[in-house]
């Protein structure tokens, strides 16, 4: 299994800022996934982001509002860019295990939180 | 398109006793995986068990065990000798093979009482 660092662990945003969130793996991974958990709801996915190509992004979810980096296999950021209240949720990454059990581990979380 | 229900919002169970989340789910795809995860108050999402869709036999890891009904679509979590530390929301997931693209259940929140 993989240990995964994610930062910040909890953040209040004033409208209309921008929040990077980092995500630290201890080993190299080839896939890692973002996800968006809105207050009370189920996790869903917002982009899959692979090392040395664009992010793929799920519908409802666009590069402008949510830029990904990937910049090597052991890291990746997410922005929520030009926040708004609806904006507040946990975001959480999350790595494959390896080819063949479809495993993910995940980060535990940035709680953000929009005024 | 795959969905994922779980019916139960909340449940309780005294410690040490035995309880059983539901999960149904749909999907047209042959080749898949069903998880169950445990998200505590630290916000981690936590593997609990998983299934593969191929296998008939049900899946146990320790004290946390699955009913599979492939037919059905049916995947339950049974916990045997609940303990406090128990005490989480849990999502049931689906994933299609080679996708890694879980589609999650709304989840239970269980709370295991003293």
């Known amino acids: 299994s993989a240990v995964i660092s994610q930062k910040p662990s909890r953040d209040i945003c004033q409208r209309g800022t921008s929040l990077t969130i980092q995500c630290q793996v201890d080993s190299q991974v080839t896939m890692m996934f973002w996800y968006r958990q809105q207050p009370g709801q189920s996790l869903t996915l917002i982009a899959t982001a692979n090392q040395g190509s664009e992010a793929t992004y799920e519908s409802g979810f666009v590069i402008d509002k949510f830029p990904i980096s990937r910049p090597n296999l052991t890291f990746s950021t997410l922005t929520v860019s030009n926040m708004s209240p609806e904006d507040s949720s946990i975001y959480l990454c999350s790595v494959a295990g390896g080819a063949g059990n479809e495993k993910l581990f995940f980060g535990s979380g940035t709680q953000l939180s929009v005024l | 398109a795959q969905t994922v229900t779980q019916s139960q919002p909340e449940m309780s169970v005294q410690e040490a006793e035995t309880v059983t989340l539901s999960c149904t789910y749909d999907?047209?795809?042959?080749?898949?995986?069903l998880f169950w995860y445990k998200q505590p108050p630290s916000r981690q999402m936590i593997l609990v068990i998983r299934q593969e869709a191929y296998k008939q036999q049900n899946a146990t890891e320790n004290r946390f065990s699955v009913n599979f009904q492939k037919a059905a679509k049916s995947f339950s979590l049974k916990i045997s000798d609940s303990q406090l530390g128990d005490t989480a929301m849990y999502f049931c997931?689906?994933?299609?093979?080679?996708?890694?693209?879980?589609?999650f259940g709304t989840g239970t929140r269980l709370k295991v009482l003293a």
């Open positions: 999907t047209s795809e042959n080749n898949y995986y």
């Open positions: 997931a689906f994933c299609t093979s080679g996708t890694y693209k879980y589609i």
